[in-house]
């Protein structure tokens, strides 16, 4: 294989056009090389075929179309406009220009000018109103399929192009062959990652056939972003189980004790867990285990039982949450199903200097056994005696560098236990987490209802509100989840601060408080403590309920504009009722502009009620080839170029990757992708 070349490595500040503050903007969204440039995938192409007929064309339709400029005029007034006249092979046109007019005043008579944009039919009379105008030079041909970028508007979309072929020009000069080329050619007969970049930025022959080869260097892209990342991992991996671990061992008598103090029996699948745990435990080798379980399956208790073999050998567990309200609601159970083992202690934002430096002192001396921190516990020096267990619930919720600190800095490693109620696809789990213990726990206990689902349209007001005071003399309680806090110039999506005051003035004999993000910790702990009190009747709020709020009278959740939350959130949000023995209700309340799709994406709501179901049909809706580029969610956050799909459709090319180049080469490509060293796997 041929030597790294560095050229991708260079800055992009030597690229024509790039000062300093247009380098500064670039750098703002992740590109500051050559390289970054040219692995910026399109996310979209522009197909500038031009339209062949108007007939059957539509205000609103796109139409592309050459012409020459035959007449321009600037209206008077306080609002200006400026109009160009064109004559084409469609016929004459007109072009309005209504603000910022000023810029396209240098289009006059007689230039030949391309004009892309929605057509308006204004009494017969075809017309684009501020369209993309692309001017025509002698002997200068238009490409027909152009590329967008995702670039926050941080420079214009026919900069960026600019930049990309001055960076592609420099590239391909003198292109020494990648060492990983030959490699996925001989594997999977890939292109060449020249070739790709060629094929993602400068797409040729017609739209169809430049979306086939698109998909291709994509893929090339993706083989490379996710064998070094793979790399990493198994890198990661291998160092974390040279480390000692400790042996943990608690007798059968002891168990069984255990399990006969609990005022429940465990279900199939959380005994299934906690054995597999078990036999984990029982080697010195340091566990890494992940554990799916859908809302209100039970994982807290197997959590607790985790944290009990740590305690019975004199040891002690760290349970990591992410939001002060999950930190104060496991405290509560951790303390009451291990009061009588351990000293169980809580440390948040909310904790005076002095709680904290008791906290220090016990946890470095081994009299806290068990103790619950939100991520503020990572950056406090905070030193453990004998951490043996440590125990991240909602691990999708930290970021990267916050899960990086879990990584031990002690003799022995401790076993890590991650655990998520957003369950994503075994297939997936398995490539992203691989090398790692991955259980699931697909059962709720036995006496919970299944919670009913029914979809509503915002014109069904009266019928929800019906079956709310239905709900509310039953003693029931209730959620109302709205999407933002403060109400915008958008109408049609509820705010908290808005609605609240509606749901006061209809429900003018019931308890209404609100509850969002923005609220101290302390706030939001009093309002969902007299929630579950029984002092509030109904909770308006956004969805900071999502994760760590168990209210077991609280039976009914109305999530208004439910057609902007993504299914698995929704499905998050359910399982905040019928946590008790009587059934639950959930009333999904779409805007009644919705369109058809997203209603029946709402509906297999109202029939399916296992997340696992939610998770795979989410990821199958979310087809690829729908957005080109699209980052999409269930991914970790140091990918450039993948998403889910990437990986779900590669997966048996992933699992035949092999490693054989030289440590200089594979570190060469893992600075040019920017794959940081880490000390920790990162979920």
Not at 444 to 457: A, D, G, Q
Not at 523 to 530: A, C, G, M, S, Y
Request: proline share 2%; glycine share 6%.
């Amino acid at each position: 294989m041929n030597k790294y070349s560095g050229e991708s490595s260079q800055s992009i500040s030597l690229l024509k056009g790039v000062g300093s503050k247009t380098q500064t903007l670039l750098s703002e969204i992740g590109i500051d090389s050559m390289f970054d440039l040219l692995s910026t995938v399109p996310i979209d192409f522009i197909n500038k075929e031009e339209t062949s007929t108007l007939d059957n064309i539509h205000t609103g339709d796109i139409v592309v179309v050459s012409g020459e400029i035959i007449k321009t005029v600037k209206t008077r007034g306080f609002k200006p406009n400026y109009i160009i006249t064109i004559t084409s092979h469609l016929g004459i046109l007109t072009i309005r220009f209504i603000h910022k007019i000023i810029i396209f005043m240098n289009l006059q008579v007689g230039m030949r000018i391309r004009v892309s944009g929605s057509i308006v039919n204004k009494k017969n009379k075809l017309e684009f109103i501020h369209p993309e105008i692309e001017i025509i030079k002698d002997g200068n041909n238009l490409e027909k399929i152009i590329p967008k970028y995702s670039i926050r508007s941080k420079v214009s979309q026919s900069k960026f192009r600019k930049l990309i072929r001055q960076a592609f020009s420099i590239f391909s000069y003198d292109y020494k062959f990648s060492c990983l080329d030959d490699y996925f050619y001989k594997e999977f007969n890939a292109m060449s990652l020249l070739k790709a970049f060629k094929k993602l930025h400068f797409p040729q022959d017609d739209y169809d056939i430049a979306l086939y080869n698109y998909n291709l260097a994509k893929q090339r892209l993706a083989f490379e972003e996710i064998y070094l990342h793979k790399h990493e991992f198994l890198k990661i991996v291998d160092k974390y189980n040279k480390k000692d671990s400790y042996l943990l061992n608690v007798s059968k008598e002891e168990l069984e004790k255990f399990y006969n103090s609990l005022p429940f029996e465990l279900t199939k699948g959380q005994k299934n867990v906690v054995g597999s745990i078990s036999d984990l435990f029982r080697s010195s080798a340091p566990s890494k285990v992940l554990v799916q379980g859908d809302v209100g399956c039970g994982k807290t208790i197997v959590a607790v039982i985790a944290c009990l073999y740590a305690v019975k050998n004199n040891l002690q567990c760290l349970i990591l949450v992410p939001t002060e309200v999950l930190c104060s609601q496991h405290f509560e159970a951790f303390t009451h199903y291990l009061s009588g083992h351990c000293k169980v202690a809580m440390v948040s934002g909310k904790s005076s200097l002095a709680e904290k430096n008791t906290i220090k002192q016990e946890l470095s001396s081994g009299k806290i056994s068990v103790i619950v921190g939100t991520h503020s516990l990572l950056f406090n020096n905070y030193t453990f005696k004998n951490l043996a267990v440590v125990i991240v619930d909602e691990q999708h919720k930290f970021g990267v560098k916050q899960r990086e600190k879990i990584s031990s800095n002690y003799v022995k490693q401790p076993h890590l236990i991650y655990m998520s109620a957003t369950p994503i696809p075994r297939t997936l789990a398995l490539v992203l987490y691989e090398n790692m213990n991955y259980l699931t726990i697909p059962e709720k206990p036995s006496n919970r209802v299944i919670t009913e689902t029914v979809v509503y349209s915002d014109n069904s007001r009266k019928e929800i509100e019906d079956n709310v005071t239905k709900h509310l003399a039953g003693g029931m309680q209730i959620y109302w989840v709205c999407t933002r806090i403060e109400d915008t110039e958008e109408d049609d999506k509820h705010s908290v601060s808005v609605f609240s005051e509606n749901i006061r003035k209809r429900f003018n004999n019931s308890s209404v408080e609100v509850l969002h993000g923005k609220l101290s910790a302390e706030e939001k702990i009093k309002i969902i403590n007299n929630f579950k009190l029984g002092k509030i009747d109904i909770l308006v709020t956004t969805s900071v309920i999502e994760v760590g709020v168990d209210c077991s009278n609280a039976n009914c959740l109305i999530v208004e504009n439910s057609e902007l939350f993504g299914l698995a959130q929704l499905h998050q949000l359910r399982g905040r009722v019928g946590r008790g023995v009587t059934r639950g209700y959930c009333y999904l309340v779409h805007s009644s502009n919705t369109g058809l799709d997203a209603i029946d994406k709402l509906k297999y709501l109202e029939s399916h009620h296992s997340g696992f179901d939610v998770a795979e049909f989410d990821l199958k809706i979310r087809g690829t080839g729908t957005y080109l580029g699209n980052k999409q969610s269930g991914m970790p956050d140091n990918y450039r170029v993948c998403n889910i799909n990437d990986i779900m459709e590669n997966i048996s090319y992933i699992k035949k990757f092999k490693y054989e180049l030289s440590s200089a080469e594979i570190n060469a490509l893992k600075k040019r992708w920017k794959v940081k060293e880490i000390d920790e796997v990162q979920l």
